[in-house]
């Protein structure tokens, strides 16, 4: 079966800095990977996703992950964090319904 | 022009009523599915109805029935609340034939249950 491991639960960083969150996933065929962001009291926006092609994607709000398929990762990553991304983050793999991971709390600290 | 709509976004009852959560889409999507985030943020999947037609039905409680009027509608109807049954309830749509297709989200409603 399918699975998607986000490996930290909670991820605290100060604002200005870098942060990036970790996503592994299992499926070894046609993967599709998306990442979505929930700001407190909202639901899902998908942040990027990753369908073929380059393994570096870019998404909005400065976030960019990369696909490698060797480690079967595909890690977020954001160069310098601003307050407003405190969210929580799930890295989810393709499939009906999406296979989603337990979710990552990144909390910026000003 | 909200893609997925969710009503109410706030659900505050006692323990043994009977509640119903409406969601609609107007993406044209074919699928449409339920979603219960716990406490602790995890998101697991309930129901799903393709073209009206129930596709996943997990192991939810029969206190739950969804139901799809038409394929632009999923409806979610509790029996009997009871106080774990608080959480946030989200609906999502999606075009199946385009698995590369992301789904869409509603806003969540907030079930609290007293």
């Known amino acids: 079966a399918q699975s998607v491991t986000q490996l930290d639960s909670q991820v605290p960083v100060f604002e200005e800095a870098p942060v990036e969150l970790r996503c592994n996933y299992s499926s070894s065929v046609s993967v599709y990977l998306f990442w979505y962001v929930q700001y407190p009291n909202q639901g899902l926006q998908l942040l990027l996703k990753y369908l073929s092609g380059s393994t570096l994607v870019k998404g909005i709000n400065g976030f960019e992950a990369e696909f490698n398929k060797s480690q079967t990762s595909f890690h977020l990553r954001k160069p310098s964090v601003h307050i407003s991304d405190t969210a929580e983050y799930f890295c989810a793999e393709k499939g009906t319904p999406l296979v989603f991971g337990k979710g990552t709390r990144l909390s910026v600290i000003a | 022009d909200t893609a997925v709509s969710q009503t109410p976004k706030y659900l505050v009852t006692q323990m043994g009523n009977d509640k119903s959560i409406k969601c609609e889409q107007n993406?044209?999507?074919?699928?449409m599915y339920w979603y219960k985030q716990d406490s602790k943020k995890f998101l697991k999947i309930m129901f799903s109805?393709?073209?009206?037609?129930?596709?996943i039905n997990e192991t939810v409680p029969n206190r739950f029935s969804p139901k799809s009027p038409d394929k632009a509608h999923l409806n979610l109807h509790i029996n009997s609340l009871e106080l774990g049954d608080s959480a946030v309830y989200f609906c999502?749509?999606?075009?199946?034939?385009?698995?590369?297709?992301?789904?869409?989200f509603g806003d969540g409603t907030r079930l609290s249950i007293l």
């Open positions: 999502a749509s999606s075009q199946v034939r385009d698995l590369n297709q992301p789904q869409h």
């Open positions: 993406l044209g999507h074919d699928t």
């Open positions: 109805y393709n073209n009206k037609e129930l596709i």
